[in-house]
């Protein structure tokens, strides 16, 4: 859809479920039921897995070659760290 649409506009869920049911849907009514039961069976939240900004981050200093821990000093000469000790790279998202 983004080579359709040139102009990018961030969408809430309500937004996101409104276009998925109200859009999509109206192509083929047939599958209202089913996406509707796709829907509601992966609605919720994250419990096995949460997932933190610092991980994503962390994830993106990783992919561009720097080490996310890497202690780097400021002007002042304190250590910074980019992203917080307890972030990590998430495996999944590893670019090899």
Known sequence: ML??????????????????R???????????ADVRALLDKHA???VDRPVTFGDVHA????????DPHLA???AQGRLQRPVSPASHPLAELIAY
Do not use: M, W, Y
């Open 3 to 20: 080579d359709r649409f040139t102009i990018r506009v961030p969408l809430s869920d309500a937004e996101v479920e409104t276009v998925t």
């Open 22 to 32: 109200k859009v999509l849907l109206q192509k083929k009514p047939t599958a209202v």
């Open 44 to 46: 919720g939240e994250v």
């Open 59 to 66: 994830t993106l200093l990783h992919n561009l070659g720097i």
């Open 72 to 74: 780097i000093p400021d």
